[in-house]
Structure formats: structure tokens, C-alpha cells
């Protein structure tokens, strides 16, 4: 949800990601799992990995991923 991103840009660690970056819905999952995971997570794949695909490659030599969500509810949950 926009209001989660532009905490995340604004904080003291907004600087370290490109803003192009930034994937993300117009709405929350409303604290679901399953939302996120079956209407919502399934609109914004596409999108999620386009970014995915344009930063691997621009590596040399990918070495992995990390990922941070919530399995629980909450932002990121059910992606």
C-alpha cells in the first residue's frame, strides 16, 4: 500500500533502495494472508517480476536473494 512505501522511503533507511523499485498495490491485504496471496499478490507479480528481472540483469554474477515479508498478515503477507 502507498502509505507503507512512502513510510519506508522516508525513514532513515530510504535512501539505500531505488525507488523504481518500489512494487507495490493501491490497497492493503487488509492484514490477510490470503488476500495477499490470491487476489492482490496475483495483480502485482507481473510488475514484481519485471524489477526482479531488470536488476538480475544488470549483475555479473548473482548470487541469491532476500526477501522480506510477513507470513502472519500485514504488509507483504501471502506474496
Excluded: W
Excluded at 67 to 76: D, I, N, P, R, V
Amino acid at each position: 500500500e502507498p502509505g507503507t512505501m512512502d513510510s519506508a522511503r522516508a525513514g532513515p533507511f530510504g535512501q539505500l533502495f531505488r525507488p523504481e523499485n518500489f512494487v507495490f498495490g493501491q490497497s492493503g491485504a487488509g492484514n490477510n494472508y490470503a488476500r495477499g496471496y490470491l487476489s492482490d499478490g496475483l495483480e502485482l507479480i507481473d510488475a514484481i517480476m519485471d524489477v526482479v528481472r531488470k536488476e538480475t540483469e544488470a549483475c555479473d554474477c548473482v548470487q541469491g536473494f532476500q526477501l522480506c515479508h510477513s507470513l502472519g498478515g500485514g504488509t507483504g503477507s501471502g506474496l
